[in-house]
Structure formats: structure tokens, C-alpha cells
């Protein structure tokens, strides 16, 4: 196979179509012609060709007219237009229609020769950077968030809303909800993508080495920094920074992030210089941060400035129909790291799982499929594999009526919510007085009252 | 299968000037090579539109006068050479054939604008000379940078380049040299 970069020259006069082949070939190109669109065209539906050469004046169909149909057939074909014709209008237009240059015959040899290189020096940028593209949307789509209900829909539908805009984002959801999964979706869909995600865990870190997380330290700032040290905030240029966790941030760290959210700009842990960063922020809490504002524990301004979108990541238990479509990827995923074959889950185990509430989420969903994966035996996952506190009964929803079931579920979500009406009725997708009524109905009470 | 190499002298350059030619260009590609007077008739290749000649007319006046020979003929004219796409070429070579044609015209200072420099304009002519005959023996553009086949678009590129081909296209040279 000839490696070497491939010319077409199309023009009428077979004297311009015999010289520039044979310049060309001297210089090592792979050099075809034809006399007319026509047998452009025809060349075109066997192969592609790096670069074309067309005239703009030909019998039938014009340069112009062939332009647009190549441009049908191969959008990336990089055309220059060698013409003895040259007219300001239809160079304007040759070069409006995607043509890469345009140039009068005769054309001086150094300008052809460089026109050529910097033609082919373009394209070969142009599809390594669609192949890098393509590695990069393989490398964001790896992690997919896996759902079909309602709910997770939604959260969809939120990714790519806010996703294009460079808003700050706050995502709420129980601990092991995926909502650093659902950070990254955001990021890989924003125009930040090319930059890094840098992830932060404040709830992991203990003051003072938090703020040296976030902000860096100078050589010398405190006992054992010897290397000055670049922090989170300064790896984010460019990117976004996901703070997980941020309700447990202490009330210094706290104002300090304030203004750098605010100014964009900080100095690292013990040094004076002033750092210019552009980061978008994310963050997640499976806090009350409402109640942690109103009791003075976080800032009521740093509250303002995270929390400008809000995504609700809904438990697991409320989007059951997720949970198979959940467990069989999980499946999937073990089995092609750990090399086994088992393949699914079988319908007593799935139905254990289905009817389990997961409490952790689908963190803890994923652990009883991995370790299932682990102890158990092709081709079927079975109810023996799964763990233990799966199969008590206390946390498994009651089999037997429809009514039960809802009587519980009901029951539950008031409990999660501290009989908080309107946020029950919400997640239940119900009215207020659809959600008193069956309270009554099922003799439900909240603790405590009388 | 070429036997020889004959130099035609269609330029005023003195016979004497050229006759330095053919033991350098004998040694780069093992021929016998021989200085004539060319027989060819350059105002048949003359575009009175352009104030050129058409290099191209002037090969097929070369390959007609000497039918299929097995010697290479490389023609040296006076006259600026062009094809008709190209606003000049310093020559043309049929590749893997056996004729060729390189002008002097601007290979010489006084084209530019500068002081005569013979010695310099006969360098490049040695070198344009090499250059066009390595296309008759299958050699195609080279992108070493002192390679003898590297492409020349601006005179002062040929003042950079070697008279000698690099080693790669020598080994290429080799092949159809030895063939011969």
C-alpha cells in the first residue's frame, strides 16, 4: 500500500493535467487526474484523496458545482482551486464554499509547493485531532450513568442543560447516590472537557491540610512542606473542580474558597504571589445545608455562590425499575475485570436485590455485585452469593399486597424526610392531599405525636 | 539499460565550461558522459504569450531527434524554461526516461539583480544538471536537506544543496546504474 500522500488534479487541458502530475510526482505524491467532474467524481467513489486540484472552468460541470458535490461525498476533502480565470467573486465564493485556497495559473512553483505542504500539514492536524477527540469521548463515556425511570431521565435532561453553561453546580443525593459519577457527566459534556476534573474530598481531609489541598503551599509554610507544591484549585485551571463533600468544610477553608469562587484568584499557603485561575465548580453534599446555614456551621454567602443549580440524584430505592438495568452492568463490569464468566443474575437473586432497599445506594449495590462476583459460580449469580443483610428480612420490603408495599414505601419516605409533607409528596411524585389522604388511609403517624 | 550520458550545450556557455561536466557527472552515476553541440530547434518550444519556453516541447524535441536510444541526453539552454502550470521551472526530467533539460537563465546572479558570478552560477548548474539526470534514473524528490534531489523552487536553495545525492539515494541510484 503507497503510504504517501494522494493528489486528484482535475482540469480539462490535458497540457496542465500531464504538468502538474509529473511535478507532483517528482515529489513522491501519489498522483491521479481526471479531465472532467465527471471523472472526479468517479475517482472519488473508489478511494480518498488527501488533496484536489480543481479547475474552475470546465465543460458541463464547473469547478464550483464540483466542489459541492465532493463536499457531499467527502466533507473533510481539502480542494484548492488552480484556475487561469481568476475573478475576486469566485474566489470569494470558492473559498466561502470550504475551499482551502485558490491560486492563478501559472502559479510560481515555491507558492504551489508550500500551498501543497501547509494543505497537508492542516489535514493530518484535522484527523489527528478527530482521533484524539474520539479517544477522549471514549475515555467520558467508560463511566455511563445507568438508568431508565423517571427520575434518572430527569437527572439526565439537568447533565445537559447545565452541562453547555459554565454555572456552578451543586448536586444533592444520600451518600453513594453517584454523584461524583454524575460531577464527571457534567464535565464531559461541558466545553472544559479537553481541561482536567480535579476531584477534592473535604470531607477526608482535616483542616489546615485541606486548605494545603486546595490552595498549595509555598516551600517552608509549615512543619514538613519542604517542596513548594501546586494545590487543587491551581490543577483545575482550564477545568473543573469537583468539592465533594462540601458541607464539611470548616468556616476559615470556607472563606477562603468564598473569594477564590468570587476573584478567581489566591495565594498558596505561605506565599504572597497572586495565582490567576479559571475553573468552573461542582460540588456535592449529602448534608442539609439549610439547616447547617441557618445553624451558623456554614456560610450563608458560600451557600448562595454554590448552590445556583441544583441536581437531585434520587436513592436507589425510589427508582427501583433501575435496579436490574443496575445489577447487569455491574455484572457485566466485574466480569469482564475479574475475567469470570458468569454472565447474569438469576430471577430469585434479582428479585432479593429488587426488593432490597439499599440504604448505600448504588455504591452499595455495586459492592454486593462485586463480591457476588467473587464467591459465586458461572453462568448465574444466585441468592447465596448475594450479602447477607440482603436477605434480612427487616430490610426487605414486605412481600404480599400492592397496599402493603405502599404502605411502607409511603411510610418510608416520610421517615427519611422527617414527615416533611411537601418534599414527600415530591419525591412520591403525588399531591399534598393525595399524601394526607393515604396517611390516613394506612393509619400512619409521625413519632412522636400523639 | 543507458549506455552513456550526452551533455547538449544549447546555452552560450563555452564549450570549454561545460566540459568540466562530464567527469563530474560521470563519477556521480558510473557513465561515460560526453559534451555535444545540441541540434534542437529552441523557437519551436517558444510561448510568445509568455516570453518562455515551454520545457516540455523542448524533451519531446529531444526524445523525436534521438528516437529510443540507451544513452541519457540532458539538454543545458539559455532560454527560461516554463510548464504550462508553473510560472518557471530551473528544468524537467522524464522520470525513469531518458531525456532532460535545464536552463541557465536563472541560475545566474544578473537575473536577480546581483553581480555576475560565474563560478557560482556553474556550481548550480552542476548541481540542476545531476538533479534533473537523478529523475531519469527513477530518483524522486528527496527531503534531506543537502540531498542533491531535494526540490528547488528558489535559487538559494540549490546553493545549500550538495552536487552529491544523500546515501539513501545513492543506494537507489546504485540499482539502475549498475543495471546498466
Known amino acids: ?325 443496575l445489577a447487569n452492568y455491574f455484572v457485566q463490569k466485574y466480569a469482564r475485570v475479574m475475567g469470570k464468566s458468569i454472565t447474569s443474575i438469576s430471577p430469585e437473586a434479582m428479585d432479593t436485590i429488587v426488593r432490597y432497599n439499599w440504604p448505600g445506594n448504588v455504591r452499595e449495590l455495586e459492592n454486593a455485585i462485586e463480591r457476588a462476583m467473587v464467591v459465586g459460580k458461572p453462568p448465574l449469580i444466585k441468592p447465596e452469593d448475594l450479602p447477607y443483610q440482603l436477605t434480612e428480612k427487616n430490610h426487605v420490603l414486605p412481600a404480599g399486597s400492592l397496599a402493603a408495599i405502599e404502605k411502607s414505601h409511603i411510610a418510608s419516605i416520610l421517615e427519611q424526610n422527617r414527615w416533611n409533607i411537601s418534599r414527600s409528596a415530591e419525591i412520591l411524585q403525588i399531591d399534598r392531599v393525595t399524601l394526607y389522604n393515604k396517611i390516613e388511609k394506612f393509619g400512619l403517624k409521625k413519632p412522636g405525636a400523639g | 539499460m543507458a549506455s552513456a550520458i550526452n551533455i547538449l550545450n544549447a546555452s552560450k556557455l563555452e564549450d570549454a565550461r561545460l566540459k568540466e561536466l562530464p567527469q563530474v557527472v560521470g563519477q556521480i552515476f558510473g557513465l561515460r558522459t560526453y559534451v555535444t553541440p545540441a541540434p534542437l530547434n529552441l523557437d519551436r518550444a517558444f510561448d510568445a504569450s509568455r516570453g518562455q519556453y515551454n520545457s516540455t516541447a523542448l524533451l519531446v524535441q529531444l526524445l523525436n531527434t534521438y528516437g529510443q536510444s540507451d544513452e541519457k541526453r540532458i539538454a543545458v539552454v539559455g532560454v527560461d524554461l516554463f510548464i504550462p502550470v508553473l510560472t518557471f521551472v530551473f528544468g524537467e526530467a522524464q522520470l525513469n526516461g531518458i531525456a532532460a533539460v535545464v536552463s541557465t537563465i536563472r541560475l545566474a546572479n544578473p537575473f536577480y539583480g546581483l553581480p555576475q558570478n560565474d563560478e557560482l552560477s556553474y556550481r548550480r548548474l552542476e548541481k540542476e544538471v545531476v538533479h534533473e539526470l537523478g529523475h531519469t534514473f527513477g530518483l524522486y524528490h528527496c527531503h534531506q536537506f543537502e540531498c542533491v534531489m531535494r526540490s528547488s523552487t528558489y535559487v538559494e536553495e540549490i546553493d545549500l544543496k550538495r552536487l552529491m545525492p544523500c546515501p539513501r539515494c545513492s543506494e537507489l541510484l546504485a540499482g539502475p546504474v549498475l543495471n546498466t
Not at chain 1, 29 to 46: C, D, K, P, R
Not at chain 1, 177 to 201: D, Q
Not at chain 1, 285 to 314: H, M, Q, W
Open chain 1, 1 to 325: 500500500m503507497n503510504s504517501n500522500p494522494s493528489i486528484l488534479i482535475v482540469d480539462d487541458e490535458q497540457v496542465v493535467r500531464d504538468s502538474l502530475s509529473k511535478w507532483f510526482r517528482e515529489d513522491g505524491y501519489n498522483v491521479s487526474t481526471g479531465a472532467s467532474a465527471a471523472e472526479a467524481l468517479q475517482q472519488l467513489q473508489g478511494r480518498k484523496w488527501d488533496i484536489l486540484l480543481l479547475d474552475i472552468k470546465m465543460p458541463g460541470m464547473d469547478g464550483m458545482e464540483l466542489q459541492q458535490r465532493i463536499k457531499e461525498i467527502d466533507s473533510t476533502a481539502t480542494i484548492i482551486f488552480i484556475t487561469a480565470h481568476a475573478t475576486v467573486d469566485t474566489a470569494v465564493k470558492a473559498l466561502k464554499e470550504g475551499a482551502f485556497d485558490y491560486v492563478t495559473k501559472p502559479v510560481d512553483p515555491d507558492y504551489l509547493s508550500h500551498l501543497v505542504t501547509n494543505a497537508l500539514k492542516q489535514r493530518n492536524l484535522f484527523n489527528e485531532n478527530l482521533k484524539l477527540k474520539e479517544q477522549i469521548s471514549e475515555f467520558s463515556r467508560a463511566e455511563e450513568i445507568v438508568g431508565e425511570s423517571a427520575q434518572i431521565r430527569k437527572v439526565y435532561e439537568l447533565i445537559q442543560t447545565v452541562a453547555k453553561t459554565d454555572t456552578t453546580v451543586m448536586i444533592r443525593g444520600e451518600s453513594g447516590t453517584g454523584k461524583e459519577l454524575i460531577a464527571r457527566a457534567i464535565h464531559s459534556n461541558s466545553a472544559r472537557r479537553y481541561f482536567p476534573i480535579v476531584a477534592v474530598n473535604c470531607g477526608a481531609l482535616p483542616e489546615g491540610i485541606l486548605e494545603s489541598e486546595l490552595f498549595g503551599h509555598e516551600r517552608g509554610a509549615f512543619t514538613g512542606a519542604q517542596y513548594r507544591r501546586k494545590g487543587k484549585l491551581e490543577l483545575a485551571d482550564g477545568g473543573t473542580l469537583f468539592l465533594d463533600e462540601v458541607g464539611n468544610i470548616d468556616v476559615k477553608t470556607q472563606m477562603d474558597l468564598l473569594r477564590v469562587i468570587e476573584t478567581k484568584q489566591f495565594a498558596r499557603v505561605g506565599g504572597n504571589d497572586i495565582i490567576r485561575v479559571d475553573f468552573r465548580v461542582i460540588c456535592a453534599t449529602n448534608k442539609d445545608l439549610e439547616k447547617a446555614v441557618a445553624e451558623g456551621s456554614f456560610r450563608e454567602d458560600l451557600y448562595y455562590r454554590l448552590n445556583v443549580f441544583s441536581v437531585f440524584i434520587p436513592p436507589l430505592r425510589e427508582r427501583k425499575g433501575d435496579i436490574p438495568l
